[in-house]
């Protein structure tokens, strides 16, 4: 039974920093995408960051200012946002799935989830 609970999520100045982690169990990491989704309200859910094995993506909007990696140690994925901008502001998830790579950004595909953690950013 695969359970994600995130956390990190504040309220910071724009060009401020923040780690959002996103602690896992109940899944073979080698096996599943793990994604962090954007969401604010009235629009879908945006796929920021995935890690599926050792690749990484992450989506143009936040190409040099966000990080996504894991720590296995720690059972953890991290996503770090550095230089945060007002419209980073929103609700942020993680997901995880058994999925091929090509399908791990589409937010339609995860039927487990985080319970969301908030950042706000002035």
């Known amino acids: 039974h695969v359970q994600l609970v995130e956390s990190g999520g504040d309220s910071v100045r724009a060009g401020g920093s923040l780690r959002l982690s996103c602690t896992t169990s109940g899944y073979t990491y080698s096996t599943y995408c793990v994604t962090w989704f954007h969401q604010t309200p009235g629009k879908e859910r945006e796929a920021i960051a995935s890690i599926y094995l050792h690749n990484t993506y992450v989506a143009d909007s936040v190409e040099g200012r966000f990080t996504i990696s894991q720590d296995h140690t720690k059972n953890t994925i991290y996503l770090q946002m550095n230089s945060l901008k007002p419209e980073d502001t929103g609700l942020y998830y993680c997901?995880?799935?058994?999925?091929?790579?090509?399908?791990?950004?589409?937010?339609?595909?995860?039927?487990?989830w985080g319970q969301g953690t908030q950042v706000t950013v002035s």
């Open positions: 997901a995880a799935a058994r999925l091929p790579v090509r399908s791990c950004q589409n937010w339609e595909r995860y039927k487990t």
